[in-house]
């Protein structure tokens, strides 16, 4: 078993040693998004993130997939905590390249608590950074990030081509059976993306689309899941979709649900009901045992009528291990399907997941 991190065992500590309880708000129906404010941090809340991952292409015609995402979470410390070294945000990052040339992931992470120049998360509008790591939206609406890890550097620009599709009802996606088993959830589909990648010392400009998620909680999992199955696919049709699953700790679904946005802009809420996700394929790590169903079948149903789309992967070998940065085992891969392309979300394979 890996030792913990120090960083882990530091923020263990600080769970110790505060209050029971932390008066994070909880989520709730009938919220009204509001951009740009709602692109930027929401610190009162247990948990956030920003998260983007799509398809890229080459100037030489190849293939590559990639993520990037950025936490934020606020450890349990008193609000009225007076010291500058209290340990009120901490932020962490991950980033990854899928290469089907090679077959496996390359990845880099990042971890710190906020300020002293070490990491920050803006209110108001999205820009967060964590030390050379940085994910920010631009005055012209564009979003960028830059990334220097083992074996990668990533320099994006992404265009938004579709406004802000909200999760749920209106922007509240339930979670679980409690209504405050939520969070409140928006993606930005058909992002164009331009930019370069570096990876063994060649670089290449590369031209792809994207899809970014933006969530904040403070209660995420009801007590009985085990972790979820997520998938964002753009279609080349101009039509998007997201749907989820919560698994359930012994087999079962806690929770599900999705949106389908129309080619005409229309949007579907998908119910718990109208999601089932059927693993095909299951390849398991050799590094930590996890066995991930990697292929699926998505079934979703929309005014009595159900369809059925077949996930493919990239290539198999898509996990990320982020136990270094105090952060779960996951897949998280590129994927093919008829008519589209986006990426696939496994968690609490390797074990329960906690949030």
């Known amino acids: 078993m890996r030792r913990p991190t120090l960083l882990t065992g530091w923020l263990a500590a600080i769970a110790v040693?505060?209050?029971?309880?932390?008066p994070?708000?909880?989520?709730?129906?009938?919220?009204v998004l509001r951009f740009p404010l709602d692109h930027g941090a929401h610190p009162a809340f247990r948990t956030e993130w920003w998260y983007v991952t799509g398809w890229l292409r080459t100037d030489d015609g190849k293939d590559l997939g990639f993520q990037v995402t950025f936490f934020r979470t606020r450890p349990p410390v008193a609000a009225g905590n007076p010291s500058r070294f209290?340990?009120?945000?901490?932020?962490?990052?991950?980033?990854?390249?899928?290469?089907?040339?090679?077959g496996r992931l390359l990845h880099g992470e990042r971890a710190a608590r906020q300020g002293f120049g070490l990491a920050s998360a803006r209110t108001g509008?999205?820009?967060?950074?964590?030390?050379?790591?940085?994910?920010?939206?631009?005055?012209?609406?564009?979003?960028?990030?830059?990334?220097?890890?083992?074996?990668?550097?990533?320099?994006?620009?992404?265009?938004?081509?579709?406004?802000?599709?909200?999760?749920?009802?209106?922007?509240?996606s339930r979670k679980g059976p409690q209504a405050e088993e939520a969070s409140y959830y928006y993606s930005i589909p058909h992002l164009q993306v331009s930019g370069r990648v570096d990876r063994g010392g060649r670089s290449a400009v590369v031209t792809g689309e994207a899809w970014l998620d933006r969530e904040w909680s403070s209660n995420?999992?009801?007590?009985?899941?085990?972790?979820?199955?997520?998938?964002?696919?753009?279609?080349?049709?101009?039509?998007?979709?997201?749907?989820?699953?919560?698994?359930?700790k012994g087999g079962g679904t806690v929770w599900a649900g999705g949106a389908l946005r129309r080619p005409d802009g229309r949007t579907v809420a998908l119910g718990r009901s109208d999601v089932a996700f059927r693993p095909i394929a299951v390849w398991r790590s050799r590094a930590t045992g996890a066995a991930y169903p990697?292929?699926?079948?998505?079934?979703?149903?929309?005014?009595?009528?159900?369809?059925?789309?077949?996930?493919?992967?990239?290539?198999a070998a898509q996990e990320l291990d982020a136990r270094r940065s105090g952060l779960p085992v996951?897949?998280?891969g590129a994927v093919r399907?008829?008519?589209?392309?986006?990426?696939?979300?496994?968690?609490g394979y390797d074990r329960p997941l906690a949030m």
């Open 17 to 22: 040693a505060a209050p029971a309880a932390t």
């Open 24 to 31: 994070y708000p909880q989520v709730r129906p009938g919220i």
């Open 86 to 102: 209290a340990a009120s945000q901490v932020l962490f990052a991950h980033a990854a390249l899928s290469d089907p040339a090679t």
């Open 125 to 172: 509008d999205a820009d967060v950074a964590i030390r050379d790591w940085r994910l920010r939206r631009v005055a012209d609406g564009r979003w960028q990030t830059a990334v220097v890890a083992e074996g990668f550097k990533l320099a994006l620009t992404f265009k938004p081509t579709q406004s802000p599709l909200p999760q749920g009802q209106g922007g509240y």
């Open 220 to 248: 995420y999992l009801a007590p009985a899941a085990q972790g979820w199955d997520w998938t964002g696919l753009n279609f080349d049709d101009g039509s998007a979709l997201m749907a989820f699953r919560i698994r359930r």
């Open 294 to 315: 990697v292929s699926q079948e998505l079934s979703i149903r929309v005014d009595g009528k159900v369809t059925t789309r077949r996930l493919t992967p990239m290539f």
């Open 330 to 332: 996951y897949w998280e």
């Open 337 to 347: 399907t008829p008519g589209g392309r986006g990426y696939l979300e496994l968690t």
